[in-house]
């Protein structure tokens, strides 16, 4: 089963201070209210899904096949669509809307997006390699990564060798963000640290996939201030 799953924007990175005076770096996401636009029976195609549509877009800009979709299902056109596969679909009903409420009592999320594309890298910047000597024989290729192949048996370079070649502009997930603070009325999502790609890319936000123990950074505060409280009073 999968979670419910929300499209954003990222709009940056700014800073949130606490009352102890330690600043959390945070980035800012825009999140989209998404519409659900048809439930998928799994009588019909073998699965049970809902498919929600983010982002508006004019209709001029749709396809004759699109625009006879979306007057069907009697809905504003939508940007995106996505099917999100789930055991149970009976809470949901063609036409509800949801956002950032959904993540209310989740801690930790998964931000999925593109990294930022650095065009054809060099092995030293794509992959960290120390490069050839300085001196000691070697001319004009300081930078390149050295030998890739083989000898005569298997004669040939293997697949995915670390070489130059394209580097970033790749879907990216990191794991385990934790929530700093939400936004309701403007529908903002301040997540601690920072997520692939560059200002206004487009990111996928659903709630983390793995079992998280470990404390928020809010919790760690309150712990400290109850354990201070606590020694003052054995001072007294």
Do not use: C, W
């Not at 979306?70 to 036409?95: A, H, Q, V, Y």
């Not at 996939?209 to 505060?221: D, F, H, R, Y």
């Amino acid at each position: 089963m999968s979670n419910l799953e929300l499209i954003g924007k990222k709009l940056g990175m700014t800073r949130e201070f606490y009352g102890t005076g330690q600043s959390v770096p945070v980035t800012v996401l825009k999140i989209e209210k998404a519409r659900v636009i048809s439930l998928i029976d799994k009588e019909k195609r073998g699965y049970s899904a809902i498919q929600i549509g983010f982002g508006n877009i004019k209709s001029s800009k749709l396809s004759k096949q699109m625009k006879g979709f979306f007057s069907k299902k009697n809905t504003e056109p939508r940007k995106t669509l996505k099917e999100i596969r789930l055991d149970n679909i009976s809470e949901f009903k063609e036409g509800n809307e949801f956002g950032i409420e959904i993540f209310d009592d989740v801690k930790f999320v998964d931000v999925k997006a593109k990294t930022i594309g650095k065009g054809f890298a060099g092995s030293m910047k794509r992959h960290n390699f120390s490069g050839l000597r300085a001196t000691h024989g070697v001319s004009i290729s300081h930078r390149s990564h050295g030998s890739t192949g083989q000898r005569q048996d298997p004669g040939k370079v293997f697949k995915n060798k670390k070489m130059a070649g394209h580097m970033g502009d790749k879907f990216r997930t990191m794991q385990n963000l934790e929530i700093i603070k939400k936004d309701q009325e403007n529908q903002l999502l301040f997540v601690k640290g920072s997520i692939p790609g560059s200002k206004n890319s487009e990111v996928m936000v659903t709630k983390s996939i793995k079992n998280i123990n470990k404390s928020t950074i809010m919790e760690k505060l309150e712990a400290a201030k109850k354990a201070k409280s606590i020694a003052d009073k054995k001072k007294k």
